[in-house]
């Protein structure tokens, strides 16, 4: 596979904080996925990947800005910066790739870097206060992200 | 890209250079992420969430246990630049090419301790560093190679 047809394959439509709209282009990390599969060798992380990544990414409930050290964000040239999507799937895919429940207290989180690279994504716990909104939030929101800006 | 359907996974893992997910036993690996500049480790297979516990370590707990399942260091350059600017310190850490990762992580806890306000050991912070030693010993993942790790200001 070619490295043009390749970048293609990895590039992921979601949700533009600045405007709204299902326009901003990322990219899924070529290296991270590689290596999970290699060695994880599980169905579950490419359905993960594929559908549950997808998802936060088109449908977040919050989207978050500064998500390192301002040291690191200093280093950037993309008015971005470091993102963090979050969403809360009703479903959740397990190692075997069977599509199971999402468990009640936790909440799905993508990270991205200034590159637009979609470098991580995982299950964490949400803020409790905010499971009853319409906005779940992830554990100590507050003091983990510079701001909320979708 | 559009939503996976199971006739799809073959497509997908090729773009991987990976031609199929066949079972083979589980062992322990360790990645560099230069995407997200952190070291993940990965000592089970199992399903996870992310316990963010500072700055730079998050631990990866089983879905259903809680128990370890692996765990990510974060901000790996802006830590090395800390350490290697201590001569002394950085050949305590680095051997034959290789990154002591033990020492490496004592590194992370005693740098994150100076920077701390109150300048006071944080015991719940020294009690999750103590679990990834003592996973690191147990599972003998306990270097990483500097090649590797490809980190900037390293030599």
């Known amino acids: ?28 990390s070529y290296e991270k996925i590689q290596t999970i599969l290699k060695y994880r060798r599980t169905p579950g992380d490419v359905f993960t990947i594929k559908n549950t990544v997808l998802e936060t990414l088109q449908h977040p409930s919050n989207i978050y800005k500064g998500i390192r050290f301002e040291e690191d964000e200093k280093h950037s040239c993309n008015a971005q910066g470091w993102l963090c999507y979050c969403s809360r ?32 994504w995982t299950w964490e716990k949400a803020d409790i206060d905010s499971l009853a909104t319409r906005q779940p939030r992830p554990i100590n929101y ?3 992200f510079n701001k909320s800006v979708f | 890209m ?19 997910l066949s ?6 690996f360790v990645f560099y992420n230069k995407d997200g500049d952190s070291l993940e480790f990965y000592i089970s297979s199992n399903d996870f969430y992310s316990e963010r516990i500072d700055d730079y370590l998050t631990l990866l707990l089983d879905m259903d246990s809680d128990v370890m399942a692996g765990f990510i260091i974060k ?13 002394s310190a ?32 944080d015991k719940i912070l020294v009690r999750e560093y103590k679990k990834v030693v003592n996973i690191i010993e147990e599972k003998k993942i306990d270097k990483v190679s500097l090649h590797d790790l490809d980190l900037v200001g390293i030599s």
């Not at chain 1, 992921?12 to 709204?20: R, V």
């Open chain 1, 142 to 144: 507050e003091t983990r």
């Open chain 2, 2 to 20: 559009t939503i996976l359907q199971n006739s799809e996974l073959t497509e997908f893992l090729q773009i991987f250079d990976i031609t199929n």
């Open chain 2, 75 to 87: 901000n790996i350059k802006q830590i090395c630049e800390k350490v290697s600017a201590s001569q």
């Open chain 2, 23 to 28: 079972p083979k036993p589980f062992s322990p």
């Open chain 1, 89 to 120: 799937p009703a479903f959740r895919y397990s190692s075997n790739g069977s599509k199971i429940p999402a468990p009640v207290d936790k909440i799905f989180l993508v990270f991205v870097n200034v590159d637009c690279i979609i470098y991580h």
């Open chain 2, 90 to 121: 950085w050949e305590f850490v680095v051997n034959d090419g290789n990154v002591k990762l033990h020492t490496l992580i004592t590194a992370f806890l005693v740098l994150n301790e100076k920077t701390r306000e109150d300048n006071k050991i």
């Open chain 1, 1 to 28: 596979m070619s490295e043009l047809s390749r970048r293609k394959e990895l590039e992921c439509l979601a949700i533009n904080p600045e405007t709204g709209k299902c326009d901003l282009v990322l990219y899924l």
